[in-house]
């Protein structure tokens, strides 16, 4: 499945409002935000649609899935946008993660936890806020707002390290820049490894750089720790490779409708997260050229003067 899909699900009393954009999306919040309330409506909806008290519109199907059983509930759903309330722990699974990237839908699921399993994009966790937009004495509106992503930060950016999650070609590029300039730059071999390196370092300047497609999960407790370490910055490109996409260093007829609206290209069954898809296609699109990329080893021609620059300018603030 593909595409971006807005869900409006409604009583006389109580509206939801809200548009799905990739194939995970997190629900998160405090007690009594509407999050079980959102998921019971979508329930009732789908289990007694030509009696229900609850409309439910949306150009997809939608679909509850709880219990002992969801992977025999799974196997008959397709093509579907499926709601997950929190409480059902099998969504904390390897399993789980397994089985739903060979399936076609998209997943919306409510949680007050992280999901390490799942390579969720910091850009779709959400959380529910009332609005007036219906008035107080009629229908109350609720909608999704970013708990992540919204925030630009617009001062000039001078780091002592930079810290990657992983040795590819993103760490390659980044520490042949920081050896240019006499910076520390460290490959920590894994997004679950980037909290306890901050955790153990005082009084520094960090520039953090990291996959935002897949970042999710550890966005709370890192967002947290830093909260008060006024030297430690994160930088949340969808991938190194979109960066580069981004740069115009590729020609492609394709590609910037591509980067303008993703969610329009990007195979949920096939790609199981943004980065994948975004290294797929600069794979493809620089084959049998100059530009040949590949993810384990970083071809020379990024590290020349002018595709270095393209690419160093789309950072923002960022003075490497």
């Known amino acids: 499945m593909k595409g971006t899909y807005r869900v409006v699900v409604s009583t006389k009393r109580l509206k939801y409002d809200f548009v799905i954009r990739r194939n995970i999306t997190i629900i998160q919040g405090n007690s009594a935000t509407g999050k079980t309330t959102l998921v019971d ?11 229900a008290s609850v409309d439910l519109v949306c150009d997809k199907k939608c679909f509850v899935l709880d219990g002992t059983l969801w992977k025999e509930q799974l196997t008959a759903v397709s093509n579907s946008i499926v709601f997950i309330d929190e409480g059902n722990e099998f969504i904390k699974t390897i399993e ?6 060979n399936t076609d839908n998209y997943y919306v699921i409510v949680t007050r936890e992280s999901l390490p399993t799942l390579p969720y994009s910091v850009e779709e966790i959400y959380g ?22 919204s925030d630009i930060y617009k001062q000039s950016i001078h780091p002592d390290t930079v810290l990657t999650e992983d040795s590819n070609s993103g760490y390659q590029f980044f520490k042949s820049i920081c050896d240019d300039t006499h910076i520390k730059c460290e490959s920590l071999n894994g997004k ?16 953090v750089i990291v996959d935002g497609a897949a970042f999710g999960s550890e966005m709370h407790r890192v967002t947290e720790l830093i ?51 975004f290294t797929a296609i600069l794979i493809d699109m620089t084959k049998d050229s100059y530009l040949a990329y590949t993810k384990k080893k970083l ?12 690419i160093l300018d789309e950072i923002k603030y960022i003075k490497l």
Do not use: C
């Open 128 to 149: 529910i806020k009332s609005s007036g937009k219906y008035g107080k004495l009629e229908q109350k509106f609720n909608e999704f707002y970013r708990i992540y992503g």
């Open 96 to 101: 789980f993660s397994k089985f739903i990237q």
């Open 41 to 51: 409506m979508i329930r009732e909806a789908v289990n007694n649609p030509s009696g």
């Open 192 to 207: 679950s490894n980037i909290f306890q390196y901050l955790n153990s370092h005082d009084n520094e300047n960090i520039l």
């Open 227 to 277: 909260r008060d370490k006024k030297g430690v910055a994160i930088y949340l490109p969808e991938s190194f490779e979109w960066l580069v996409l981004l740069s115009g260093v590729v020609k492609n007829s394709m590609l910037n409708s591509i980067l303008e609206r993703p969610a329009d290209y990007i195979e949920s069954k096939e790609y199981f997260s943004w980065e994948r898809f």
């Open 299 to 310: 071809n020379s021609v990024y590290l020349t003067d002018t595709v270095k620059k393209s």
